[in-house]
């Protein structure tokens, strides 16, 4: 995770988590549904929080 030592800590726990999903599902690729999915599933991240407070039904996504 090297060239990402740019990121914040909760980004490169996305990053990671997208790579995993992708791998996972036996996917070449990371897309950006991936790491959607990685923003999503950190409940402490601010990505659920924003979308929550702007009014996304988050169990829609």
Known sequence: MAAN????IKAQEA????IQA???RG???VIPSHL???LL???E???PRL???VGVPLDRL
């Not at 030592?5 to 914040?8: A, E, P, Q, V």
């Open 36 to 38: 959607l999915h990685a």
């Open 51 to 53: 979308l929550a407070k």
């Open 27 to 29: 996917n070449p690729e």
């Open 5 to 8: 030592s740019n990121l914040t």
């Open 41 to 43: 599933a950190q409940a």
């Open 45 to 47: 991240g601010l990505t």
């Open 15 to 18: 990053v990671q988590g997208a």
């Open 22 to 24: 992708a791998t996972g």
